[in-house]
């Protein structure tokens, strides 16, 4: 059977991840979620004093850093569920807060960051047999895709999804707070120069707001089967 490159695009909590490490493992291939990419670079940022107290960002010294930055995602001895390790710590958790969400989207908008990640990413797929999730996975990383989908949901659905997670996850977060980043990050992502979230031409949208995630499997499982 032959492998293909397969685009998973959206807006943020749209389901992207949980969707694309399903589809990798019934396909046996490998997940990359690039979402946690660009979080540890942010995490890196607040770590190194890049983004200071008042939450300011200082660009070009993130610039100046980027080279001390080293991604690795390896698998989780008991879940096998690939994490994301930033210069050789375990930051899997770390990534997934408020705080980072907080901060994001703007460090994702630096031309330099999505240059490095970009890179990286082009070479994790090169063989192919990949899922991808993202922003710009089927308009940037691979625009020859074989498939490419474009998740969406309403605003409320994200934010309910992404609230009920942080809360099972033990942040007190409020459910307004919670809508209020994931509209803000939709507003920088699609409004940012360099690469904005954007439907690439050929790519499937997929509103899943009333759909489970059986149904929504099923579906997308059948497109797959149909490009190989
Ligand atoms: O997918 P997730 O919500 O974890 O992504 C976090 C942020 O990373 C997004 O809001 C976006 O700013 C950025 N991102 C991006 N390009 C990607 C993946 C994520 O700009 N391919």
Redesign the pocket.
């Given at each position: 059977m032959r492998k293909i490159t397969i685009a998973i695009?959206g807006y943020?909590?749209t389901g992207?991840?949980t969707i694309a490490k399903r589809l990798a493992s019934a396909l046996n291939y490998i997940y990359v979620?690039?979402?946690?990419?660009?979080?540890a670079v942010t995490l890196f940022a607040l770590q190194e004093g890049i983004i200071n107290d008042k939450g300011e960002l200082d660009k070009a010294a993130l610039v100046d850093k980027l080279s001390e930055i080293h991604l690795k995602f390896l698998p989780n001895k008991q879940t096998g569920r690939s994490e994301m390790f930033l210069n050789d710590e375990n930051v899997e958790q770390e990534i997934r807060s408020m705080r980072v969400?907080g901060f994001?989207?703007p460090v994702?908008?630096i031309k330099e960051v999505?240059e490095k990640l970009v890179k990286i990413q082009q070479a994790m797929g090169k063989d192919k047999g990949i899922v991808m999730?993202?922003?710009?996975?089927g308009t940037v990383?691979f625009p020859d895709a074989e498939l490419k989908l474009f998740m969406t949901a309403s605003p409320e659905t994200r934010a309910a999804r992404r609230y009920k997670e942080l809360l099972e996850k033990g942040e007190k977060v409020s459910y307004p707070e919670v809508l209020k980043n994931v509209e803000e990050?939709d507003r920088?992502?699609s409004t940012r120069t360099i690469?904005p979230?954007t439907q690439a031409k050929d790519a499937i949208e997929f509103d899943n707001s009333d759909m489970g995630l059986e149904e929504q499997f099923e579906r997308i499982y059948d497109y797959s089967q149909r490009v190989i």
């Open positions: 695009d943020s909590s992207k991840s979620d690039t979402g946690a990419m660009y979080r969400s994001v989207s994702a908008a999505r999730d993202g922003r710009d996975i990383v990050r920088i992502d690469s979230l």
